[in-house]
Every structure is written in structure tokens, then in C-alpha cells.
Nanobody, 116 residues
Framework: VQLQAFGGGLVQAGGSLRLSCAAS????????VDWFRQAPGKEREFVAS??????SYADSVKGRFTISRDNAKNTVHLQMNTLKPEDTAVYYC????????????WGQGTQVTVSS
């Protein structure tokens, strides 16, 4: 499966963005799909996960970000509200068969910049 992440941009603190991870080649409805981010000079960190009707979030985004699926469009979204400057990073989506396997696909990343 190929993934394409898009929807990033420049937004002021307190604003919102919706990222999308569009899949092609195979349906991702049964895959685990996660979002990660990497800020300059920092390691990549987990942001949110969607699998089998369940979701999980990093503590830093809990209550502000929501991951959701649109199976008709083979897409996973990340709605980001109340953005903070520390959310600035390149955001990546990734897919794997289940929670016990390695990731099979990564999107190319989309830049999110939050100004103060």
C-alpha cells in the first residue's frame, strides 16, 4: 500500500488543521494507521493511532487531536485543534497489518508550522 500525507501548512497558535493520509494500492480499512511527527533536531515521536475501531494518542495531543477514518475514500485524517508552537513538525502517516508487525508503508510527510 502507498501512502500520501497532505494538508499541512502555516497556522497561528490556537488554530486548526486537518491532515490526511490517502492510501492507494490496497484498502487500509483493516490496517493499523498511525501518525508520527518529527520536529527539527528531535527524534520522531508517536502522535496518534487508529485500529479496529479504537484510537490512542500521545499525552501531548490528547484532547486536541482526533484521528479518524474515511473508508470510502481509503483515507485517514488527523484533525488538529488548539495548535501550539510546539506542534510544529513534519507529520508522517504509517501503516502496518497489526500491532505486532513492523510498518509496511510510510507517507512522505507534510510540514505543519504553528506561529506564536
Amino acid at each position: 500500500v502507498q501512502l500520501q500525507a497532505f494538508g499541512g501548512g502555516l497556522v497561528q497558535a490556537g488554530g486548526s488543521l486537518r491532515l490526511s493520509c490517502a492510501a492507494s494500492g490496497r484498502t487500509i480499512s483493516t490496517y493499523v494507521v498511525d501518525w508520527f511527527r518529527q520536529a527539527p533536531g528531535k527524534e520522531r515521536e508517536f502522535v496518534a493511532s487508529s485500529w479496529s475501531g479504537r484510537t490512542s494518542y500521545a499525552d501531548s495531543v490528547k484532547g486536541r487531536f482526533t484521528i479518524s477514518r474515511d473508508n470510502a475514500k481509503n483515507t485517514v485524517h488527523l484533525q488538529m485543534n488548539t495548535l501550539k508552537p510546539e506542534d510544529t513538525a513534519v507529520y508522517y502517516c504509517a501503516a502496518r497489518y497489526n500491532l505486532r508487525t513492523e510498518y509496511t508503508s510510510w507517507g512522505q510527510g507534510t510540514q505543519v508550522t504553528v506561529s506564536s
